[in-house]
């Protein structure tokens, strides 16, 4: 089973920028679609981004939108986050996932293959 691995996260002011990455453990990994979940203390996880890999069209919820673009290098078989203008309410665990093809529609509830996760902390 292929493994994700996330990296990147840290310790930012506010309005600072973070950039997380998650790499395959199978180069010839090619899922139907990925994405980037957050988990902060005491809440339930969540999804943040989401892109589709036959056509690279990306989704982002609205408390993120225009501030985080998640996209992916085919040739590093990397995933990232880009994370700019970052608010103390991003702060959590980050996790990569997978909906793997004929594994569903790229819906937050059909992903799997979760990483270890990131932790992004932003202080004010």
């Known amino acids: 089973q292929v493994q994700l691995v996330e990296s990147g996260g840290g310790s930012v002011q506010a309005g600072e920028s973070l950039r997380l990455s998650c790499v395959a453990s199978?180069?010839?990994?090619?899922?139907?679609?990925m994405g980037w979940f957050r988990q902060a203390p005491g809440k339930e996880r969540e999804g943040v981004a989401r892109i589709w890999f036959e056509d690279g069209r990306t989704r982002e919820i609205g408390s993120v939108a225009g501030r985080f673009t998640i996209s992916r290098d085919n040739a590093k078989n990397t995933l990232y986050l880009q994370m700019n203008r970052l608010k103390p309410g991003d702060t959590g665990t980050y996790y990569c996932?997978?909906?793997?093809?004929?594994?569903?529609?790229?819906?937050?509830?059909?992903?799997?293959?979760w990483g270890q996760g990131t932790q992004v902390t932003v202080s004010s």
């Open positions: 996932a997978a909906v793997l093809r004929g594994g569903g529609f790229c819906d937050w509830v059909n992903f799997k293959n």
């Open positions: 199978e180069s010839t990994f090619s899922p139907y679609c």
